[in-house]
């Protein structure tokens, strides 16, 4: 069968992210793919999470305290802010980051990720990625200003550099109700 889409997120992070690297869960939300990059990176490595909401930093914590895992940073900021948290030997080591895109499911509808500070994020991720590192955004757009973030994040990809990046689009077409898709970002 075809994955979904979030299935298909983690495979393409699992293929890159090793025990004892350096993951980044830019949206942390609920704290699943948190939880996910921690398990994938080991006890020797290290995931930076981040949320606008302290709801969803609380969440991660207590999702991350049921599984034992200690190996995350939590950061309640803007993912845009990301180069305040990244460690000089952290620079340019990232192995694999994550993004799932609009507002934390049951909460406040109105807190959304926005396009400005969503390229800006990307744009300092895609800088700090070692080769073969890959950024994987889960693009949901049926929600007011989704459509906006949609647009301008294609555009910015369609735009990246092929000699430096590949990029990756995958989605369903057939599917009602706008479900989200995957771009993915891939250092050379
Ligand atoms: N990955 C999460 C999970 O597994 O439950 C779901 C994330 S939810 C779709 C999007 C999240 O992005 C919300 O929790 C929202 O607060 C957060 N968000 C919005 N703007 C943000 C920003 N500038 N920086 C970091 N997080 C942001």
Do not use: W
């Not at 200690?70 to 180069?83: A, K, S």
């Not at 049926?142 to 294609?154: C, F, R, S």
């Amino acid at each position: 069968m075809l994955k979904p889409v979030i299935p298909f997120a983690h495979e393409l992070l699992e293929q890159v992210i090793k025990p004892g690297d350096l993951a980044v869960d830019a949206t942390c939300g609920n704290g699943n793919d948190t939880l996910f990059l921690s398990q994938v990176t080991g006890q020797t490595g290290k995931v930076l999470a981040f949320d606008v909401q302290e709801q969803a930093i609380e969440e991660t914590k207590n999702k991350l305290a049921q599984h034992n895992q200690t190996n995350v940073e939590l950061h309640l900021d803007g993912h845009e802010n990301i180069d305040n948290y990244l460690q000089k030997e952290q620079q340019g080591q990232v192995a694999g980051a994550i993004f799932n895109l609009g507002y934390l499911p049951k909460s406040d509808k109105t807190i959304i990720t926005k396009a400005a500070t969503t390229i800006e994020a990307v744009s300092i991720l895609a800088a700090n990625l070692k080769p073969g590192g890959r950024i994987v955004l889960v693009v949901y757009h049926g929600h007011p200003g989704g459509a906006e973030e949609k647009d301008a994040l294609y555009d910015h990809l369609t735009a990246l550099d092929q000699a430096h990046y590949r990029v990756l689009q995958y989605g369903f077409i057939n599917q009602i109700n706008q479900p989200p898709f995957i771009l993915a970002i891939e250092k050379k």
